[in-house]
């Protein structure tokens, strides 16, 4: 019972103490401990947590494949990427370069080096000729397999050329371009993620359509400035004209005194009186794009970005903050434990 | 008119497939036939364009890679811009990364600029120090002692042997600090560890959900100028005079943004008319 | 902690920081005293709010729609037969939401264990998946249903950010959950999630203290718990007295900020005219 009750909630007691306070010490191992250490020692827990994630997945997966459950096919995927993703990064190299140091014919050994760097056979020719003495030509993108490297470095020695294969150091393998895990991110990794990222653009326009309707004041308020950002921001946007926007505002207002007064007279007065002023306006100004400033788009959308937005963001963060102190400090004092399943 | 009014009701409950289809095809049509529209760099990105400007040939400037392939279509333009910009003005450039992916997102842009289009020299003109774990407590390391987090860069060369590290000891030690972050750890976490309490001149970059959250400390100060998302790319880009995929982007985004407009306006006809039928029924 | 051992706690502590103070306060960051004092402040307010619920104080909780929907998610969830799908977020327990989130999953699953409905938890990190089967054990045990508790109610997807939304929306695409609870720290993926769920038709409740997903869910969502409201949850959801203590005395924090607030921006415009000397900015300045 200590282990599970009192010995979770001193250890969130004592640490949580020592970090909050730890930062008015000036004593250099607390400081060393408050800044470095104690994120670290979460960053290698998690580390090493992630075997349990991992073994758990598997585990549920393989469960859906043997007992053939519905959508099993695609735990049979998640079961292959993982072990594919593994192989690359822990077990298989697949990062292997052949580097060519010497030659005796240049155009011989070019043909071989012309079909893997898919160049015309002069310019591989005139690489090697440009190699100073001395130094080693590495073929750019390495081989995933030993014996694909091998096998270049064959035919460049059998083509009178001095060639040698080199493995990549483990670790490097992950981050050096055209090894296997490097090609397994750019051309698997990146076009998923950013697929995934992409269907926003598609869930916002459907969720816009859905929810931006005119249903009381604050929905009104929020649509009309969803509207102003949303064209404010892009180009298209700074070609609107500002008496486009004039005329809209005046077709708008319009509308509401034909709503408050129900009167054709009034309605078609204010339409025609409130066109009549803008079209004069305009006119007279030279109907320039962005003038008055306070209509036009791009403006508008600068002042609600750097005024209300910013203003609300700020009350909502300092709101945030306040509860994140409080709920801290309720785990920390030991108030709240739940979290520990109480 | 009936008729005509039972459509526009029937449509006010589309499938969203149908949306999404519009939104497709509004979004690719651009990007064969470009409209070519101007754009207007606003007052944040032309602040980041002035600070970084005002760097001379020769200063350092940290530039902090936060975003992985999912956000690179918005932020990866923005990065490569600065790092034209900077390149231009021959400021030595230091990289880190804050995520693995980032680590990745450097790379290709490093191949893409520094190498292929400046022929830059690698411990000479920049450096790729690699991704490290560790979320702020990286930052906060750097800023105090920037050879406790990275012994080694990115390739395993020693930082004493690569001569532009030659003074580097701790963020103080950098005249600029640009962070292209798409979340946590990102540019919240430069702005409250490393660049307000060492006083470093900070910029930043990232996605358009994540500028609302950002802007208090560019309003504050505490950052000087923001790029938001690939509209604030595309300014940049403009700005420094070489369009990018930023820019090259930017049509389908206006045309897409309409369409949104529209399909918001045509479901509040919608709605509209179906309110008035229930109030009349 | 009965009133006599706190107060006894509090006097010896009081009297240790004062020997402490006196002496020189060896090691201490001077610049920070503001901030020090002002966390003391806080956390004595905080303290002193939950002492006093805990006395009996009856203290009014603003009904948040949001909290008293779950029952009836749940309660839907039971009468058509389908799961509860709760998302605790897709951030590591180092951040305070996510904590925030387990003890929300701990009260509902206390709900599904009532109602015997059946609750799925697909969770992004490992040390999550620990604490949230912890917290589901708990409360199954609690409710007297250990019974119907299964480890793998609670079980982990994968770190990366869409690779999780992709398994959560394939989740709700097969499983079709009549409820989706979606508590914790989120980023992007928030508007994929609850697109999703809108899609099948379940009830969507989220809760958010990620001020640029807000919107979102409040757009998706047909609840959303907003950022102090979301932290607030447990104490809404348990009743527990020294909870809704700790609540009162966010408000009353809130309170207090907003005069200082006030105060400062009155002594900042008396400085910059000169009428003062004292720099209100650079005294509250954290350093």
Not at chain 1, 143 to 162: L, Q
Not at chain 3, 145 to 165: E, G, I, K, W
């Amino acid at each position: 019972m200590f282990m599970k009750r009192q010995l979770p909630i001193a250890i969130a007691a004592i640490i949580g103490f020592l970090t909050l306070f730890g930062w008015f010490v000036d004593e250099p191992n607390i400081k060393s401990f408050v800044d470095d250490d104690a994120t670290q020692w979460f960053d290698i827990l998690a580390s090493f947590a992630i075997f349990l994630g991992a073994l758990n997945l598997l585990k549920l997966q393989a469960l859906k494949i043997i007992k053939k459950q519905k959508g099993w096919p695609y735990a049979a995927l998640a079961i292959v990427g993982f072990t594919f993703s593994f192989t690359a990064g822990f077990i298989l190299l697949g990062s292997y370069n052949v580097e060519i140091s010497q030659y005796d014919d240049p155009a011989k050994v070019a043909t071989v080096l012309a079909s893997e760097i898919n160049l015309d056979e002069k310019s591989a020719e005139n690489i090697l000729i440009a190699m100073p003495e001395g130094d080693t030509y590495t073929i750019d993108t390495p081989y995933f397999t030993k014996s694909g490297a091998d096998d270049v470095v064959e035919k460049i020695n059998a083509a009178g050329g001095t060639a040698n294969m080199r493995a990549t150091e483990w670790g490097s393998h992950i981050s050096t371009r055209g090894s296997l895990f490097n090609w397994m991110f750019r051309f698997i990794f990146t076009p998923l993620s950013a697929t995934m990222f992409a269907l926003l653009a598609f869930f916002v326009a459907s969720a816009s359509y859905r929810a931006f309707k005119i249903r009381n004041f604050e929905a009104t308020l929020l649509l009309i400035s969803g509207i102003i950002i949303m064209l404010g921001r892009v180009p298209i946007g700074g070609n609107i004209s500002s008496w486009f926007i004039m005329y809209i505002i005046v077709l708008s207002l319009s509308a509401g005194v034909n709503t408050w007064f129900k009167n054709r007279k009034y309605t078609l007065a204010s339409v025609i009186g409130g066109i009549l002023i803008v079209t004069i306006a305009g006119m007279i100004t030279g109907w320039p794009v962005d003038q008055p400033a306070i209509f036009y788009l791009p403006v508008l959308q600068d002042w609600i970005y750097n005024v209300p937005n910013v203003a609300g963001a700020r009350a909502i963060m300092i709101g945030i903050g306040l509860g994140i102190f409080a709920t801290s400090i309720r785990y920390i004092l030991g108030i709240e434990k739940s979290y520990i399943g109480e | 008119m009936e008729k005509f009014l039972d459509f526009i009701v029937r449509a006010g409950s589309l499938d969203r497939r149908y949306i999404f289809v519009v939104i497709a095809l509004v979004v690719m049509l651009p990007l064969f036939f470009p409209l070519n529209l101007p754009i207007r760099p606003t007052v944040s990105s032309q602040t980041i364009y002035d600070t970084v400007e005002k760097l001379e040939s020769g200063d350092k400037a940290l530039v902090s890679f936060e975003y992985g392939p999912s956000t690179k279509p918005e932020i990866h333009p923005m990065a490569i811009a600065l790092l034209r910009h900077l390149f231009e003005k021959d400021v030595k450039v230091y990289i880190t990364c804050l995520w693995p992916d980032g680590q990745f997102m450097a790379m290709e842009a490093i191949q893409q600029v520094a190498v292929n289009q400046y022929q830059k020299v690698y411990g000479e003109d920049y450096v790729l120090l690699g991704f490290r774990p560790g979320n702020e407590a990286v930052i906060k390391g750097l800023v105090s002692n920037f050879r406790k987090v990275y012994t080694v860069d990115a390739q395993g060369n020693f930082l004493d042997d690569i001569p532009m590290m030659n003074g580097i000891n701790k963020v103080a030690d950098f005249d600029y600090l640009f962070s292209a972050s798409a979340g946590y750890p990102g540019t919240v976490e430069w702005v409250q560890y490393a660049a307000d309490p060492t006083g470093v001149t900070m910029g930043t970059g990232t996605t358009s959900i994540q500028v609302n959250e950002v802007m208090p400390y560019v309003q504050a100060g505490q950052i000087k100028g923001i790029l938001g998302g690939m509209p604030g790319a595309a300014e940049y880009e403009k700005l420094i005079g070489q369009p990018g995929i930023g820019t090259s982007g930017m049509d389908a985004q206006s045309v897409a943004h309409i369409v949104i407009v529209g399909f918001i306006i045509f479901g509040n006809i919608s709605f509209f008319v179906e309110r008035r039928r229930s109030k009349k029924y | 902690m009965k009133d006599k051992q706190f107060w006894s706690v509090a006097g010896i502590i009081f009297v240790l920081f004062m020997i402490y103070w006196v002496a020189g306060h060896p090691y201490f960051v001077s610049e920070r005293s503001v901030m020090f004092w002002s966390i003391l402040i806080v956390g004595g307010v905080l303290i002193y709010s939950t002492r006093m619920a805990k006395r009996g104080e009856k203290i009014f909780l603003r009904t948040i729609p949001g909290l008293k929907a779950v029952e009836e998610a749940v309660g839907r969830s039971t009468e058509m037969g389908k799961p509860v799908l709760y998302v605790p977020g897709i951030m590591d327990m180092d951040q305070v939401e996510t904590v925030a989130g387990v003890v929300v999953l701990g009260h509902v699953a206390k709900m599904t264990a009532r109602y015997e409905t059946s609750l799925n938890v697909p969770v992004s990190r490992a040390i999550v998946m620990k604490a949230a089967r912890e917290s589901c054990r708990e409360s199954y045990l609690l409710e007297g249903r250990p019974d119907l508790f299964h480890n793998d109610m609670v079980h982990y997807l994968t770190d990366d950010q869409f690779a999780y939304a992709a398994g959560v929306n394939g989740i709700m695409l097969r499983e079709e959950p009549a409820a989706c609870l979606y508590m914790g720290k989120f980023y992007a993926e928030s508007l994929l999630l609850a697109e999703t769920g809108n899609s099948i038709g379940a009830i969507q409740i989220a809760g958010t203290a990620s001020p640029s997903q807000i919107p979102f869910f409040v757009t998706a969502c047909d609840y959303t718990l907003i950022g102090e409201e979301f932290f607030a949850a447990s104490a809404y959801l348990s009743q527990e007295p020294e909870l809704i203590g700790g609540v009162k005395g966010q408000d009353t924090l809130k309170i207090m900020a907003v005069a200082v607030m006030l105060l400062a921006t009155l002594f900042n415009f008396f400085h910059d005219l000169n009428m003062i000397s004292w720099d209100v900015l650079g005294f509250l300045t954290v350093q």
